[in-house]
C-alpha cells in the first residue's frame, strides 16, 4: 500500500462545483503540504500544516481551503471551481525539515 | 525576484554517457537544495539532499555538487540506463522569513539505448 495516498485519481467537474480532495498518509509524518502542478510552471505550494491545528497558506492559496482531520488526513477544497484551477495537484508528506513524500496526484480537469 | 531555473529543453542521451542537470537561482540563500525524480502519471520522489556547507554529494551513480557562490547546483547521473529516463526537480530550501520549499519546473532526461 502506498504511504501517501491521494484520492481521487482522476476528477472531471463543472465550473462553480464544490470539490473535495483528500489526502492520507501512513508514515506518521507530522508535516503535510498541497501543491498544484502545471507544465512549465513546477509545483506550487497551496496549503500546508505543520501539525492538526497549525494551517498556513502557501504561495497560491486563493480559492482553495484545506482541513487536517488527524494527524494523517489532510484534505484540499475548492469552494466554487474555475477552469484555471485544472492541474494535477499532489499532497505529500514530511518529518520536520526532512525530504517530502509525495502521493500519485489527482489529475483535476475544470470544464 | 527569487527564481529557481532548470533547462526546459528535454536531454536527450545515449546510454552509459552521463547525464549532467542544472539548477540556477537568484535571489535566494538555500539551507539545503534536493533533487527528486518524477515518472509520468507518478509524484516525484527523493533523490538527494545536500546543504549549504557542502560541495559534493554522492549516491550510488548518482552525484550533486552545489556551490553558493554561482548559485548552481549539478545533478550528474553517470552511466545512464534507459531507466533513468524521467524528469529531474530541484528544489531549495531557505528558512529565511519562515518555511519556504520553493520547485523548479524540471528537467525531462531520455537515456536511449
Known amino acids: 500500500d502506498a504511504d501517501v495516498t491521494q484520492t481521487p485519481r482522476n476528477r472531471i467537474t463543472k465550473t462553480g462545483k464544490r470539490i473535495m480532495l483528500e489526502c492520507s498518509q501512513t508514515k506518521g509524518h507530522d508535516r503535510m503540504y498541497w501543491y498544484r502542478q502545471d507544465p512549465g510552471l513546477g509545483l506550487r505550494l497551496i496549503y500546508y500544516?505543520?501539525?492538526?491545528?497549525?494551517?498556513n497558506k502557501g504561495e497560491i492559496s486563493d480559492g482553495y481551503s484545506v482541513s487536517r482531520q488527524a494527524q494523517a488526513k489532510f484534505s484540499l477544497s475548492l469552494e466554487s471551481a474555475i477552469p484555471n484551477q485544472t492541474a494535477l495537484y499532489f499532497c505529500?508528506?514530511?518529518?520536520?525539515?526532512?525530504?517530502?513524500?509525495f502521493g500519485d496526484g489527482t489529475r483535476l480537469s475544470i470544464l | 525576484s527569487q527564481k529557481i531555473e532548470q533547462n526546459s529543453e528535454a536531454l536527450n542521451i545515449q546510454e552509459g554517457k552521463t547525464a549532467t542537470l542544472t539548477c540556477n537561482y537568484t535571489n535566494y540563500s538555500p539551507a539545503y537544495l534536493q533533487w527528486y525524480r518524477q515518472d509520468p502519471g507518478r509524484g516525484p520522489v527523493f533523490l538527494l539532499l545536500?546543504?549549504?556547507?557542502?560541495k559534493e554529494k554522492r549516491k550510488e551513480r548518482l552525484k550533486v555538487t552545489f556551490d553558493t557562490t554561482l548559485k548552481q547546483s549539478l545533478f550528474h547521473i553517470t552511466a545512464s540506463q534507459p531507466a533513468d529516463s524521467a524528469t529531474y526537480l530541484c528544489?531549495?530550501?531557505?528558512?529565511?522569513?519562515?518555511?519556504?520549499?520553493?520547485f523548479g519546473a524540471g528537467t525531462r532526461l531520455f537515456v536511449k539505448a
Open positions: 545536500i546543504r549549504e556547507n557542502e
Open positions: 505529500a508528506t514530511s518529518d520536520s525539515d526532512q525530504p517530502q513524500h
Open positions: 500544516s505543520f501539525d492538526v491545528k497549525d494551517i
Open positions: 528544489a531549495l530550501d531557505s528558512r529565511t522569513g519562515g518555511f519556504k520549499t520553493i
